[in-house]
Structures are given as structure tokens and as C-alpha cells.
């Protein structure tokens, strides 16, 4: 049993719903709750609510930090609160707790949180800020984010950068990132999302995933791809070395590089089994 505490920007990309869904049925994690972030953090914990009340389950749930910490906020909206009328959620939620939260609940359970992190990296960098101890306490850090074998950048990365790099600088002795690099080969497109979803707990996802396909052709499911990496971690391959991130003004601030050591202090993904992950990620719901 994994005790899992989750960062996540539900709203937006619909795949932080779709990871939702999958922590909140897996029977091998202890989900401890859910802290979001980037802009309209109410809307976000609303959505994240209306999964926890199809799985009947009472998950906490914190608004946390809705900008950067130096540049202008890139992901102002959840897009997909439009729904919100169609499904039941909560409205009310404690203002500006989320980190003491995340700070009493890891250190309540020293050794045994795994904090996975899945939206821009804003309240991570806050909370290791606020208390320098507390990675050290993690079991691990595990992040959907940045990019590392081929060049670019990576949504949550570059969109609070200054916030990565202290992510990064003060992570844990186990830090496992799954970066683009993997998470862009598992893909599905509108017809396969509607024949998979077609369970209770994801009719709501898929009522969400309706305004994303107004503007996209599949779901990348990138943030359920490293969740899935917790409880199977042979999913992937990984490699060792040295993430960094570039702070240079310009268009490559936030990207990330990473170059390979068995000493490093941190841990990518380098490739995935796709049907592995799909046979592990729909099992839960069956």
C-alpha cells in the first residue's frame, strides 16, 4: 500500500483527471489528498471533488498557490468547470492551508509518503522552501514534468521555472521524473477514449473530456502514466543523472536537460511499454 499526496492543475489538460480517477480506485493507495495549483485553484479542487464524491471517497482537498513565483502566470483558467453543473462537488474548501497541509501530512508519516506532483511545481517549491527538511522525509518525489532526450519544453516546467529549479535542487535521494519524452507515446483519440471510459467513475472524466476534444484530437496521458509508474514501476525504463533547468530569459526559459550519471541525484524515464500501461491502468476499474 502506497500512501499517496497528490499536486495536481485539473482543468486544464483533462489527464489530471483521468490520474484522479486511477489513485481514487487503485486498491494499493492510501490516498492521503489532493493540493492544486495555477489559476482558478477553487474551480480545480471543485473538479477534483467530483470524482471523490462518484468514488465515494473523502479525499482532503486544498486550493494552494495560484501564481508563480516570478513570472506572470501562464495557466489562468480551468477550462473544463464549465461542466461542473453536471456532476455533484463540493464548493467550499480551507483557504490557504494547502501547504501546512502537505506539510502535516508528510511529516506526520515520515518515510512513507510518495508526493506526486503533476501540475506546475509552484507549491512543492514553496513547501521544500518553507521547511528544507521535509524532502528528506518523503519515501519519494515523483514528477510529470520536464523533457530530456530530444530539445524543447515541458508545460508544467516552463510554467513556473524558478520553481522547478528549486524542485530539482532540493529533491529527495529518490526522484523519479517521467518526462514528454515517454508520456507523448501513450495517446489515445476520441473513439477509444469513449469505449474505455465507459465505467462509472470516468463518465464524469469523459463528460470533462468533451470541451478538451473541442480543441484537441487525443488524451496524452501523461500525468496517469507516472501515477501508474508508483505501483508499476517496470512500466518504464529509467536512467540516472543530473537534471537542470534553464533560466535564461527567452524562449527556453524553464526547459530542462539532463545528462546521464549513475551518481545523480535524479532518476528520468527513457522509455515506456505502452500495453503494459493501458492493461495497468484500466485493471482498477474493472
Not at 502566470?73 to 461542473?84: C, F, M, R, S
Request: hydrophobic share 40%.
Amino acid at each position: 500500500m502506497k500512501k499517496v499526496l497528490l499536486d495536481t492543475d485539473p482543468g486544464s489538460d483533462i489527464d489530471d483527471l483521468v490520474c484522479i480517477a486511477y489513485l481514487l480506485v487503485n486498491p494499493d493507495c492510501e490516498f492521503m489528498g489532493i493540493t492544486t495549483v495555477t489559476g482558478e485553484g477553487e474551480n480545480r479542487a471543485r473538479l477534483a471533488s467530483s470524482l471523490c464524491k462518484i468514488a465515494q471517497k473523502d479525499i482532503p482537498i486544498y486550493p494552494g498557490a495560484e501564481e508563480p513565483l516570478f513570472i506572470e502566470q501562464k495557466q489562468k483558467t480551468a477550462p473544463q468547470a464549465a461542466a461542473l453543473g453536471n456532476w455533484t462537488h463540493d464548493t467550499d474548501f480551507p483557504k490557504a492551508q494547502a501547504l501546512q497541509f502537505m506539510r502535516d501530512t508528510i511529516r506526520a508519516n515520515p518515510g512513507e509518503i510518495t508526493l506526486l506532483a503533476i501540475g506546475p511545481f509552484t507549491n512543492i517549491a514553496l513547501l521544500f522552501t518553507l521547511d528544507p527538511e521535509l524532502p528528506s522525509l518523503l519515501e519519494q518525489l515523483i514528477i510529470m514534468g520536464g523533457q530530456f532526450y530530444y530539445p524543447g519544453g515541458e508545460w508544467n516546467a516552463v510554467v513556473d521555472p524558478h520553481a522547478t529549479q528549486i524542485v530539482y535542487n532540493r529533491a529527495p535521494e529518490k526522484c523519479i521524473s517521467v518526462g514528454l519524452d515517454v508520456t507523448l507515446k501513450v495517446t489515445m483519440d476520441k473513439e477509444e477514449v469513449r469505449a474505455g471510459f465507459d465505467v462509472p467513475l470516468l463518465r464524469p472524466v469523459l463528460d470533462y473530456a468533451g470541451i478538451w476534444f473541442d480543441s484537441h484530437d487525443v488524451i496524452t496521458f501523461h500525468d496517469p502514466l507516472t501515477a501508474v509508474s508508483i505501483f508499476n514501476p517496470d512500466v518504464c525504463t529509467y536512467e540516472k543523472g543530473t537534471v537542470t533547468v534553464n533560466l535564461d530569459a527567452g524562449d527556453n526559459l524553464g526547459h530542462t536537460s539532463f545528462a546521464d550519471s549513475d551518481n545523480g541525484p535524479h532518476t528520468v524515464a527513457k522509455t515506456v511499454d505502452r500495453d503494459m500501461f493501458f492493461d495497468k491502468y484500466f485493471s482498477v476499474f474493472k
